[in-house]
């Protein structure tokens, strides 16, 4: 009786994970940007509508905009020239440039569809406009990558695989582990697409991309020499995205048409 109960589960199961495999294969697509082939549920204009909407409460949850308009308007201007310079100017996404007040978050952050957020702790701590540049070009990044959305139609599959694990023989767990694992190795790649696309835009914008570099070792200094678990689970280490950085440096400076990875 066990086991005859333990065969349908099994079925169960694997019929689950069927459909959860079979849509992912077709939720596949290429991004015209990067090249890369990856799972997405959603189209542009909702990635678009998602970050409208959601901005507001990112700008409220570090202290709302900054009240200085002429630090806002220089950051407008470098984020609007390398879109203006670069393949992001043909993609659908509007894109946003956001100064926020937080003086002691050093951060930076895009929303899917092209909201843009740098702390004035991080705008602070910068060095120079090629910096700023460097910071933006990752976030812009983030969006023509589409890295909001893959992971929303990730999650989306790890789950149903973890509910068909669960269903078919308590498998649930591991599976779930394997999920989170991928979300995770799905983070540290965004971060790496992002810089290397960080990098092709200051270089059209002609800005300095050595300077990339710089804000590299601004985030290593404000991580310190504690550098909690999370950030070292879910982000490359500063030290690897240098080296990555450098590399996309030398490949675009030898030729800044060729794209993808
Ligand atoms: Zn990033």
């Given at each position: ?28 697509e ?7 082939t ?16 959601s ?12 009240p200085?308009?002429?630090y ?12 203006n310079?670069?393949?992001?100017k ?21 929303l ?27 976030e812009?990044?983030h969006?023509l990558g ?5 992971r929303?139609?990730e999650?989306?599959?790890?789950q149903?695989l973890a ?24 983070g540290r790649?965004?971060?790496l ?24 070792e601004?985030?290593?200094?404000a ?24 590399e ?14």
């Amino acid at each position: 009786m066990r086991s005859k109960n333990l065969k349908i589960r099994l079925l169960i199961g694997a019929a689950i994970a069927l459909f959860f495999v079979f849509k992912r294969c077709s939720q596949q697509e290429v991004n015209p940007y990067t090249g890369r082939t990856q799972t997405i549920s959603m189209s542009s204009d909702e990635e678009i509508a998602i970050g409208l909407q959601s901005a507001p409460q990112m700008a409220q949850q570090h202290g709302g905009l900054y009240p200085n308009n002429e630090y806002q308007a220089f950051v407008d201007n470098v984020g609007n020239k390398l879109i203006n310079n670069s393949i992001a100017k043909q993609t659908p996404y509007k894109y946003e440039f956001h100064l926020l007040a937080d003086p002691n978050t050093i951060n930076a952050f895009a929303l899917p569809g092209g909201q843009v957020f740098i702390t004035y702790a991080l705008f602070s701590k910068l060095e120079n406009e090629d910096q700023l540049a460097g910071v933006l070009g990752h976030e812009i990044g983030h969006v023509l990558g589409r890295h909001s959305a893959e992971r929303i139609a990730e999650s989306d599959y790890w789950q149903g695989l973890a509910t068909a694990g669960s269903v078919g023989a308590d498998m649930g767990e591991m599976v779930a582990g394997i999920g989170q694992n991928t979300l995770l190795t799905n983070g540290r790649d965004d971060e790496l697409e992002s810089d290397d696309l960080g990098v092709l835009f200051m270089i059209k914008a002609g800005y300095n991309p050595e300077e990339m570099i710089g804000v590299m070792e601004i985030l290593k200094a404000a991580a310190g020499p504690n550098r909690i678990p999370e950030f070292q689970s879910t982000h490359p280490d500063p030290d690897n995205r240098i080296e990555k950085i450098k590399e996309a440096i030398s490949k675009y400076k030898k030729n800044p048409e060729i794209q993808g990875f």
